[in-house]
């Protein structure tokens, strides 16, 4: 991205939780005030977002599961696209369900 974005630093977009329908929900919901357009994923956004509030991953058929963990995958890609320069956007290395904006050189201290 061209943007400077760097009030992302430090962002955290997701705490907590590694359920991939809980890290769409979370993702998604950055990507959107971040402007950016996911037409193409609404209904796996929409699902997710039913499937968190009622807890129903395990009714998940093996197809609907990977493609669950691709928009993961492409949600992360896509953040890390905004990360302003010298950070990356990724799980914290304190805390693998802490998902946002750190240095890209980060060793995990203060």
């Known amino acids: 991205m061209t943007e400077d974005n760097s009030d992302l630093k430090g962002v955290i977009v997701s705490d907590g939780t590694l359920r991939p329908d809980h890290l769409v929900v979370a993702f998604g919901k950055k990507l959107v005030e971040l402007g950016e357009n996911l037409e193409e994923w609404e209904d796996i956004m929409e699902w997710c977002a039913i499937s968190a509030s009622h807890n129903v991953m395990d009714d998940m058929s093996d197809k609907a599961n990977d493609q669950l963990h691709d928009c ?38 203060p």
Do not use: I, K, R
């Open 72 to 109: 993961v995958e492409e949600f992360e890609n896509l953040l890390d696209s905004y990360a302003p320069d010298g950070y990356m956007f990724g799980a914290s290395q304190d805390d693998g369900a802490c998902f946002g904006f750190w240095p890209s050189d980060w060793d995990g201290n």
